[in-house]
């Protein structure tokens, strides 16, 4: 069984900085894509960021410039370090992640961490 598991959430005035890890451990083969989510109330789950198992990233129009992705394949772990944060970044960050289960037959299948939440004060 796979599990992801996200930390480092938590409040910050506008204009700080965070950093959100995402660990996944289990019956893990191998990782492909990796990548953050968000969700505020009443709104879809929007991607933020993703990065290949290469390492070639993607960010949101609205996060480009402030937040940056990034993994460490030998620890199973993704990172997104976010700076000059504002309101409307406030959210529940989902780590998300493509992962090949040895309890699956190899298959990929794409996993989701349980969330953290991030709040920024104006």
């Known amino acids: 069984q796979v599990q992801l598991v996200e930390s480092g959430g938590g409040l910050v005035q506008a204009g700080g900085s965070l950093r959100l890890s995402c660990a996944a451990s289990?019956?893990?083969?191998?990782?492909?894509?990796m990548a953050w989510y968000r969700q505020a109330p009443g709104n879809q789950r929007e991607l933020v960021a993703g990065?290949?198992?290469?390492?070639?990233?993607n960010y949101a129009d609205s996060v480009k410039g402030r937040f940056t992705i990034s993994r460490d394949n030998a620890k199973n772990m993704v990172y997104l370090q976010m700076n000059s944060l504002k309101p409307e970044d406030t959210a529940v960050y989902y780590c998300?992640?493509?992962?090949?289960?040895?309890?699956?037959?190899?298959?990929?299948?794409?996993?989701w961490g349980q969330g953290t939440q991030v709040t920024v004060s104006s």
């Open positions: 289990g019956s893990i083969f191998s990782i492909n894509d």
């Open positions: 998300n992640a493509n992962i090949e289960d040895i309890l699956r037959k190899f298959a990929p299948y794409v996993y």
């Open positions: 990065i290949t198992s290469g390492g070639t990233t």
